[in-house]
């Protein structure tokens, strides 16, 4: 499985920014996809989960902030993200719920 997110970076308090994950080595349409974040020095930290049917489900942090989506025919997850807070800054990473082998991850600062 390879997981290769993008679209991160440096944005100030309450902008916006939408990140990608494209998966390949797997079925994508069947699997549940999640974004997770990481601080360094702190563990990896679950945001949001799209089901393969579309149900989602938010991270207390970012509920009605984020919105997960996904392109199936892409092989491809989102995550919109509004209102963006300094303690939103982090690595953001994608994955199922059996990923081990992470993608490099994509940076997100949100400055004051």
């Known amino acids: 499985v390879q997981l290769v997110e993008s679209g991160g970076g440096l944005v100030q308090a309450g902008g916006s920014l939408r990140l990608s994950c494209v998966a390949s080595g797997m079925i994508f349409s069947i699997s549940d996809m999640n974004w997770y974040r990481q601080v360094l020095g702190k563990q990896r930290e679950w945001v949001a989960t799209?089901?393969?049917?579309?149900?989602?489900n938010y991270a207390g942090s970012v509920k009605d902030r984020f919105t997960i989506s996904r392109d199936n025919a892409k092989n491809t997850v989102f995550l919109q993200m509004n209102s963006l807070r300094p303690e939103d800054t982090a690595v953001y990473y994608c994955g199922d719920h059996f990923t081990t082998d992470w993608g490099q991850g994509t940076q997100v600062t949100v400055s004051s």
């Open positions: 799209i089901s393969s049917g579309g149900s989602t």
